[in-house]
Nanobody, 122 residues
Framework: QVQLVESGGGLVQAGGSLRLSCTASRGSFRWYHMGWFRQAAGEERDFVAAIRFGGSNTNYTDSVKGRFTISRDDVKNAVYLQMNSLKPQDTAVYYC???????????????WGQGTQVTVSS
């Protein structure tokens, strides 16, 4: 079992940056793939980015390519999402996830954090 805790959300103006962090309050995600999803109000929870265990490969949804970067530090038991050039449409609750399938579906991921709100003002 892995318990995930996100932090780093907040309010930022369009064009600004935020760095989200996800740490394990219990267990280790060293052997899991790690991902970020987001859910805007009234919408489905959608895939944003993922990184394989070991960090050898990353995957991004098209709308964030070139703006967001996912990384992991297995010594610190942490995964990060650096978000640059933020847009109002990036506004959502962002969730960290851990799993053993490197996919884009919510069903591919086994463990979830509680989420952190990101709001981008225009």
């Amino acid at each position: 079992q892995v318990q995930l805790v996100e932090s780093g959300g907040g309010l930022v103006q369009a064009g600004g940056s935020l760095r989200l962090s996800c740490t394990a309050s219990r267990g280790s995600f060293r052997w899991y793939h790690m991902g970020w999803f987001r859910q805007a109000a009234g919408e489905e929870r959608d895939f944003v980015a993922a990184i394989r265990f070991g960090g050898s490969n990353t995957n991004y949804t098209d709308s964030v390519k070139g703006r967001f970067t996912i990384s992991r530090d297995d010594v610190k038991n942490a995964v990060y999402l650096q978000m640059n050039s933020l847009k109002p449409q990036d506004t959502a609750v962002y969730y960290c996830a851990a799993g053993q399938r490197f996919g884009r579906s919510r069903n591919d991921w086994s463990f979830w954090g509680q989420g952190t709100q990101v709001t981008v003002s225009s």
